[in-house]
């Protein structure tokens, strides 16, 4: 059963924390995507990677920054958090290239930011 | 990025056919039509997709416009189960890949 891993389902911080999110998959996908998910806005691109140490901002990177050392492993970090940021975050992986791709999406992380 | 347009919410009786409608009338020719779906407290899982020809599958059907500026998702026989959140999203094959989606479709389906 393929599987894209989120390490936490929940999570509380501290304002002014530094957060890591993980994100692991078992499917030696080139692509993955970090997003956030509020009520009333849907899914919302924050960043995305299509290759070991290659990242590409999303449509709402502020605050946030991602590390893709290892082809299996994508991290969303926040480096200060801020209450601004209690979201709940979806990870996501792919195939690129494949015109049957589809996207592998983890049970999300809701996070919340005191 | 092309956009999507959907209706914020639909209901459907149990057992009966749902169709979910999806507008992109800025669609290019390289985006592939995509469907998801999210089921209450999980993360999207995917249904369907199709370029430009109606496809099927186990779960659903998808019909697209013979302009491609619509596309509705077909829900044979809806059960509680299909109860979520639908989205339609465009996926560029000649530019990153990115999956870009809206605020969905939320489905209700009565007993």
């Known amino acids: 059963d393929v599987k894209v891993t989120q390490s936490s389902r929940y999570l509380v911080k501290r304002t002014g924390e530094k957060v890591f999110l993980e994100c692991v998959q078992d499917m030696d996908h080139e692509n993955m995507f970090w997003y956030r998910q509020d009520p009333g806005l849907g899914l919302r691109l924050i960043y995305f990677s299509y290759d070991v140490k290659m990242k590409e901002k999303g449509d709402i990177p502020e605050g946030y920054s991602v590390s893709r050392e290892k082809k299996e492993r994508f991290s969303l970090i926040l480096e200060s958090a801020s209450t601004n940021q209690t979201s709940m975050y979806l990870c996501a992986s792919s195939s690129p290239r494949d015109t049957n791709t589809e996207a592998f999406f983890g049970q999300g992380t809701r996070l919340t930011v005191v | 990025d092309a956009k999507t347009t959907q209706p914020n919410s639909m209901e459907s009786n149990e057992e009966e056919p749902v169709h979910l409608p999806c507008n992109h009338s800025?669609?290019?020719?390289?985006?592939?039509i995509h469907w998801y779906r999210q089921l209450p407290s999980q993360g999207p899982e995917y249904v369907i997709h199709?370029?430009?020809s109606n496809v099927n599958n186990r779960m659903a059907s998808l019909a697209i416009a013979e302009d491609r500026k619509s596309s509705t998702l077909i829900l044979h026989r809806a059960t509680l189960r299909d109860a979520a959140v639908y989205y339609c999203?465009?996926?560029?094959?000649?530019?990153?890949?990115?999956?870009?989606f809206g605020t969905g479709t939320r489905l209700k389906v009565l007993a």
């Open positions: 800025t669609i290019s020719g390289t985006d592939y």
């Open positions: 199709g370029l430009t």
């Open positions: 999203i465009l996926r560029d094959l000649a530019g990153t890949y990115k999956y870009i």
